[in-house]
């Protein structure tokens, strides 16, 4: 494998995307299972969807299309929820059912043989490609800085929106940051481990880190080792036997699961 | 607006859709007032301290708040998830959060020892690194308390912060209330109608409409009768009454009672 890492920029990519995606993964998966923006988060995953059949039909990278999508549906969810009083469950229903729709209509619209789109359901991380590993770069960044700088305005924010407004700081302006921020997030993760599994890779590893930790930011640095810690082994496992690598991520993050809850239970019993 | 008053409602009515919740409510919080509501459950009382909040809109009316000063919350339910990953000493400190700078905000030593001389007065001070899911009902509502008198508002609504509190609790709470009353607009929500009249300077009995406000010596009695629903000497007249047909049958019904 470290051999493989040298010799092929391939792999290097792959590293180095497993490396950014559990930075966005420890930091964004902890907020949206700490704020109970979990299937907000599948809604707008699939919504984007819709966006990568665009770019597949309108012959532009899918990945920007992708976050279009992806972050309309994002600023769109919450404005539309507020004016029309609509049950956040059932909006976020429609968006996942007409991004998917919009998403198969698209591609069958595009010309020729369709494309290949397993590696948007079930990622490929060996074929990620240098505009990927600087978009998430980029993301990885904004991610550390906003949430470093302003840490206890996120926690309050996170933890009780309503007292927030009381004490008459702009809470629009947060929410308007974080979904966006959540839906650059999903859409770079599709690449990792597919449309499919993103939302798993969010919240498995921050359900670990909770078994042990009830403070907010060593959530997210745990959340962070863990992700990088299965992603890794992930990559190295498909690699060698040659299996789907996003797969093998979720499934290791699921047999670490239930191994820490029973260590937890043993230990703390 | 006239700098003596802090709070001004003018004709104020609130509905959730068809559900009147507040009609008609007019009246004014002097400077420095320390004023109890009082009205029945579902009389509107909470609705009443959201739209000074700005947290449900006016139906009619207009509500004005001395805009020199800060107003602090205390919420009658909690809004936030109980789970989440955050200790009782941050709680109280962040009632502290948009008064100074927003990026890289450090807690000082002085922010810090005001917390924990607040949290000491409640007796939560033993609390301060628990996860905020772990305390009982009665500690939560007090570290809200905390929350909201860190920041030294000058205007301070509390719906029913005493709700599940012991009566040693409830007590010392109120004294830190009428302290504070010196230089704080103190607007309390509580259901303590025996205890409330020895801290208020004046009440209002909102059912719906404002059927009472006042601040004189009668106030006590007036909110009573409301409360119970029938005048005072009635009240006392019928206590009476039991007391002679008690005397008359020979307490022949307590005898078999054997508490
Ligand atoms: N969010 C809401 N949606 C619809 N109706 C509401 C809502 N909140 C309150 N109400 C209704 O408005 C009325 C007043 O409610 P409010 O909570 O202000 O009463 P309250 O005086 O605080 O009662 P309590 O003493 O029980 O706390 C009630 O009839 C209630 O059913
Ligand atoms: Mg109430």
Redo the contacts between chains.
Sequence with gaps: MINAIFKYSFMQNAVLAAVMASVICGIIGTIIVEKKLVSMSGGIAHSSFGGIGLGYLLNVPPILTGMLFAILASISLPMIKRKTDTNADTLIGVFWATGMALGILFIGLTPGYPPDMTSYLFGDILTVSSLYLVLMGILGVILVVLLTSMFKYWRIYLFDEAYMKVLKINVNWFEKILYIMIAMSIVLLIKVVGMILAIALLTIPPAIAKLYSKNLGRLMITSTVISLGISLLGLTLSYYFNIPSGATIILLAAVLYMISYYIKKILFK | MDSQYDLRLENVSVYYGSVKALEDITFEVKNNDFIGIIGPNGGGKSTLIKAL???VPLNSGKISINPEK??G?V?QFA???QS????VE??VL??L??QKK????KYNKEDIDTAYCLMKKLGILELKEK?IGELSGGQLQKVLVA?ALI?NPGILLLDEPTASLDVQVKKEIYEILKNVSNEVTVLIITHDIAEIFSYVKSVAYINKNLHYHGSDSKMRKNVLELTTGCPIEDLVRKEEELMEDFIKTGDKYHDQCHF
């Design positions: 909040l700005g947290q800060t107003i919350y919420p809004e936030f998830d989440f990953p955050i200790c941050e709680v962040s009632g959060i948009g927003v990026f890289f905000k996860q929350r920041s």
